[in-house]
């Protein structure tokens, strides 16, 4: 060891290569999609041939095996080319284990922060790919030749991420030639494929968007002069604004704009119009007609876009409505051709107004007459059909009111019979008889709400007015005379009212 030169490539001649087999087992990682960096820690393993090093274990009893410290032979010096800060990488203090044979094998404990760029296209469901290179920048092939090693890098050990997760690990042997060198130089690249775990972006942006999509269908479901419409659609539009805000804040700053960023700017634009055509259909339900439609608009939307809309019948119907909703003095005036025919009383048409019946068929005369007279059947019928309305309209007014006329008729005959009934048993007894008894079951009896006393006849519950008080008598004519007699009101056990009459006095004698 002493003449061992640590610096120097361990070979005997100098036109040798030196062949450096390199594998990792990856144990943690993490991503930061922010700063975009991934900080990885795995276990390298590097293995090379140094001649140097080589004895007789039977001349040195038998040692197969030494421990050394990385400071005293020669390792190779391998560079980070994607590093997110300086100096890129970490390696653990670990003693290099160097064999009789010469076969060195070193397993350092080494932290990578690498550079990553996420592509966030397919977000939520994207998959990013971040990798690490690893090279010498003094060493080219002819001098240090690097290699995997045969097995693929295993991932099965590396500790589960809450968001992503390692789908596989690949490898490639990268040779870079620089400008004005002959001879390339070898890069190893590790290339890390990461999937995002869905269910956290599901249920915050997946689930909200598809139901927030939900009452925007909804929205074009709503009569088109519905108020609240409005208010919904500018509540949908600060819901998905309010999303597409937090998909900003979670992402990281790229060029490639994601599509379910675009696909809520679509609901924007699409919420935005609505809104508008709402506000205008709204102003013009709730507004007079204050002009026609414009030429151009009307070209535009009944023959252009109602088509499309399959609309164009919804377009002819409102047209015939408008023709048969004109006034009675709608005419057409045209030059040089004969009047309209004249809508007189009873829908009649006025024949001697008629054009000529010897004009061709294809005559624009003809045609205005043809119009004129199907718009005059039209009102004629409509006229006949409201004139029917009005007749069966004013019919059942008048069966309403015989009907209510009979009823009343009913119930003043009822009291009448009850009236002449009291009077006739009024003047067939004396003054200080018994209390009269009249069954009062479907006739209206008055409650007097007054100071009062009861008495018990028979199973009888008989309530006896103050006859000291002028103003609870009542009066009844009868027979030429009047009546002064007190009312009492009874029921029996089974719940029948009856009414007592309890005479005071003969009052005058007409």
Not at 71 to 79: F, G, K, R, V, Y
Not at 103 to 120: A, G, R
Not at 416 to 423: P, Q, S, V
Request: charged share 25%; glycine share 2%.
């Amino acid at each position: 060891m002493d003449m061992y030169v640590d610096t120097a490539r361990p070979v005997k001649y100098n036109q040798e290569t030196m062949n450096i087999t390199f594998t990792m087992t990856p144990v943690t990682f993490s991503i930061d999609e922010t700063n975009r960096i991934m900080s990885l820690t795995s276990l390298d393993s590097l293995s090379w041939k140094d001649q140097l090093l080589k004895w007789d274990p039977g001349l040195q009893g038998g040692v197969k095996e030494v421990f050394l410290k990385p400071s005293d032979i020669w390792t190779p010096e391998l560079e980070l080319f994607n590093p997110a800060r300086e100096p890129g990488f970490k390696r653990s203090f670990v003693r290099i284990i160097v064999s009789h044979d010469g076969v060195v094998l070193w397993i350092p404990v080494t932290k990578y922060e690498v550079q990553c760029f996420p592509n966030t296209t397919f977000f939520p469901f994207d998959i990013q790919i971040c990798s690490l290179i690893l090279g010498s920048e003094i060493y080219n092939i002819r001098h240090m030749d690097m290699n995997f090693v045969n097995r693929p890098i295993p991932s099965w050990n590396i500790d589960k991420h809450p968001l992503w997760k390692v789908e596989r690990i690949t490898t490639e042997k990268i040779l870079n030639k620089c400008s004005g060198c002959d001879v390339p130089y070898v890069n190893l690249k590790i290339n890390f494929h990461f999937s995002r775990h869905a269910t956290v972006p599901f249920y915050t942006f997946v689930l909200p968007c598809f139901l927030l999509s939900s009452l925007s269908l909804v929205l074009f479901l709503l009569p088109s002069d519905f108020a609240d419409k409005v208010t919904l659609g500018f509540g949908l539009f600060m819901a998905f604004f309010v999303l597409l805000l937090y998909l900003v804040s979670v992402l990281p700053p790229s060029q490639e704009l994601p599509y379910f960023g675009i696909y809520l700017c679509f609901n924007l634009a699409i919420l935005t119009l609505s809104t508008f055509l709402n506000v205008l259909v709204v102003n013009l339900a709730n507004s007079h007609a204050r002009s026609k439609i414009a030429k151009p608009l009307r070209a535009i939307m009944f023959d252009f876009f109602a088509p499309i809309l399959c609309l164009k019948d919804m377009v002819k119907k409102s047209r015939s409505q408008y023709l048969i909703a004109e006034e009675n003095s709608f005419q057409l005036s045209i030059n040089n051709y004969c009047s309209l025919p004249k809508i007189q009383n009873q829908g009649e048409v006025d024949k001697e107004h008629l054009c000529e019946d010897d004009l061709p068929e294809s005559h624009p005369r003809s045609d205005y007459q043809q119009i004129e007279a199907d718009i005059a059947n039209i009102r004629r019928i409509a006229s006949d059909y409201t004139k029917k309305l009005n007749e069966a309209e004013s019919e059942k007014k008048v069966l309403d009111e015989w009907k209510r006329k009979e009823k009343v008729d009913i119930k003043e005959s009822m009291k009448e019979n009850w009236k002449r009934k009291t009077c006739m048993e009024l003047s067939s007894r004396t003054l200080n008889s018994e209390a009269l008894r009249f069954e009062a079951k479907e006739m209206e009896i008055e409650e007097y709400h007054t100071s009062s006393t009861f008495t018990k006849l028979g199973h009888y519950d008989i309530l006896i007015l103050s006859v000291l008080d002028s103003t609870f008598y009542s009066s009844a004519y009868c027979d030429n005379h009047i009546f002064s007699f007190v009312h009492a009101i009874s029921k029996d056990k089974l719940g029948h009212s009856s009414i007592h009459v309890f005479p005071i006095v003969r009052a005058a004698t007409l």
